[in-house]
């Protein structure tokens, strides 16, 4: 890779790194960008997950206070390392050649739980405000393994996945809900990231700075929040996540 290689894997982090902190989804950029670069689509999402781990850390780390006094957190979060780490394990299972069969499915499935995410939030907040009270706690922590899986996999989605999950499995405010989800996301990926770095397929120098990327754009992200309207950079996300699928399809 040259300087403009990097200039360019920067600037996709930056623009990931906004799009997480405004709608969600920057992983459809941020891995596109590494695979057109050159770099083989295994070795690829390894870096993206371990580039992108840090930025988590601060969505958790700002909904803190909302998860206080939760006695079910603890096994969700052991459930979600145990997930993502097998999630990544299976990723290097796969093999080089079937994964990028995958990738144009996983980026469309991807696409279509971003486009799903409001009609979710809009259930969750009406299930969160009528008076049922049954919770499914082993429904839970099965449901949150298997979405920890595909976030150890993958990635792409997982919020949006983990959202449903809890809201089909567990009766809270939809606050509290995406704090513990936010916890689910962070244990998964650290889980992930962490068995990667012996994996020998992170490519160290770019994972560097797609990490100040990442981290540059989720701060501007942040404060461009009120001035962009979320809902049409979601659509803009989406619409490019189909594209770049059909790309996928066609070059194989």
Known sequence: MNGYDFIAVGLAAVTGGVVNALAGGGTLITFPALTALGIPAVAANVTNTVAL????????????????????????????VVGGIAGGILLLMTGEQTFRRLVPFLILFAAALLAVQNPVRAWLSRRSGNNVEIEN????VISVGIAAVYGGYFGAGLGVITMAVLGLALHDTLTRLNAIKQVIALF??????AFF?????????VAIVMMVGALLGGSLGGRMAGRIRPDI??????????IISAIYFVRQ
């Open 197 to 205: 770095l012996f994996s020998g397929q992170v490519v160290w120098s």
């Open 137 to 140: 706690e082993p429904l839970s």
């Open 188 to 193: 998964a990926n650290i889980a992930a990231a």
């Open 233 to 242: 950079l979601r659509w803009v996300v989406v619409s490019a996540g189909v």
């Open 53 to 80: 781990c840090p930025g988590y850390l601060g969505g958790t780390y700002a909904q803190l206070a909302d998860l206080r006094g939760g006695r079910r957190l603890w096994p969700l979060a052991l459930v979600s």
